[in-house]
């Protein structure tokens, strides 16, 4: 079919946004093409996954790093070259486990996580996420064309696409072809690549929709409404979703506490965010004894308070801000009163790293990202007044 000249125009548009949107956003997707991160394990499955068989390497951890305290840190997959191998060196010289969160659910998520937690006999969450997009999004089967040929989602960031982006496409669909008539080929292809940089779902004729935060909730693994309240915009629930853990993923590899702990556990959480880790704790049917939360946003910590209280905890909450004013004395004061940390956990900004979140990318020292070396001032203190408890 014959294209008008306004839909050319159109498209043309679309393509020079789509060039000038490149070079300052980048999807995780789009950094797998560059020679950004090199040795990325394909597929990204580290130690094991649910349901997929595994032969890799044996794992050894140096005596010095045998825990407790075990420790637990998380950042993007995706890093500009030597930042991975730095933090390595910095965490006992423990690879990291690369483990893409598409095989715990409908989304992908390239993490990578160094820690010093036994890997044998691991168990996931029941009852598992739905495992496709069609799964999570039943009704939006109707209208989903037969040309979209996607069955996971992209990594869920922080920003959503905008009402403007899916008025365009519908227009450019419906300007280049009739009813029930597929759309021609390079149409298809600007709305595939929009679709995918955005995470655009089916939800009306020729109409896709950003992800709603409840449909992120569900997908990262947490409950329903769990960041909904207390008067955090939508914009913020976004934001605090797309920084989270994958809570499936993520308690697959502490599971191994729960026969260590059978009577709870003493956690130090830090940037906590939403609370992806004492989520996976907490599911994993491991009581939270103590748990000690270092998040800087009051609204994060706002989030967390509220699902302590609705889940009935019947441990210790206690609130800290800045990782950067946690200091030995206060660190020794917790440490006596609960005899000790039994797991240190977080995943340090990635702000200068890599993913859609990105703000630039001069690597583990740019002001964001350079957090991790508090992560790991704050590890070996703990680990260093618990050897002299
Ligand atoms: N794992 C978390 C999210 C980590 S994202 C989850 O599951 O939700 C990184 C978090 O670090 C963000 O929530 C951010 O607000 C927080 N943060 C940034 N700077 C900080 C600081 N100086 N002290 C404590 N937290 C900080």
Not at 160 to 188: F, Q, Y
Not at 373 to 385: N, P
Request: some cysteine; overall charge positive.
């Amino acid at each position: 079919k014959k294209i008008d000249s306004t839909s050319r125009n159109h498209m043309k548009q679309e393509l020079k946004r789509n060039q000038e949107y490149k070079k300052h956003h980048r999807t995780e997707e789009q950094d797998d093409d560059e020679d950004i991160v090199t040795h990325l394990p394909k597929p990204m499955i580290g130690f094991g996954v649910p349901n997929l068989p595994f032969f890799g390497p044996r794992r050894n951890i140096p005596p010095d790093a045998i825990g407790p305290p075990y420790f637990y840190y998380e950042n993007v997959a995706l890093t500009p070259r030597g930042v991975w191998p730095k933090i390595q060196r910095f965490l006992n010289d423990i690879k990291p486990e690369f483990v893409d969160s598409q095989y715990f659910g409908a989304a992908c998520r390239k993490r990578g996580y160094v820690h010093n937690l036994p890997i044998q006999n691991r168990f996931r969450l029941l009852p598992s996420p739905p495992d496709t997009i069609q799964e999570v999004f039943p009704l939006s089967r109707r209208w989903w064309p037969n040309w979209d040929k996607r069955t996971k989602l992209n990594c869920l960031v922080t920003c959503i696409g905008s009402a403007k982006l899916t008025d365009r496409i519908k227009k450019a669909i419906e300007e280049n072809c009739n009813d029930n008539e597929e759309p021609p080929s390079h149409v298809k292809k600007i709305v595939m690549e929009q679709c995918k940089k955005w995470n655009l779902i089916w939800v009306g004729k020729n109409k896709v929709a950003p992800l709603e935060p409840d449909e992120m909730e569900e997908l990262m693994g947490f409950p329903k409404n769990h960041t909904r309240g207390g008067g955090i915009s939508k914009t913020d629930r976004h934001k605090f979703l797309g920084n989270a853990f994958q809570v499936d993923t993520v308690a697959y590899h502490l599971s191994v506490l729960k026969n260590m702990y059978p009577g709870g556990i003493n956690i130090l959480s830090l940037f906590s965010g939403i609370g992806g880790a004492e989520v996976a704790l907490h599911r994993l049917g491991i009581p939270l004894k103590n748990v000690v939360s270092v998040e800087i946003s009051e609204q994060c910590r706002t989030i967390v308070d509220g699902w302590w209280r609705e889940t009935g905890q019947r441990g210790n909450l206690i609130h800290a801000q800045d990782v950067q004013e946690v200091d030995e004395q206060m660190l020794e004061q917790w440490i006596s009163k609960f005899g000790g940390f039994d797991l240190v956990i977080g995943g340090s900004p990635c702000n200068n790293l890599a993913g859609g979140n990105r703000v630039s990318r001069d690597g583990l020292e740019g002001k964001h990202s350079s957090l991790f070396y508090e992560y790991y001032r704050i590890l070996e203190c703990v680990k260093s007044i618990m050897r002299g408890q």
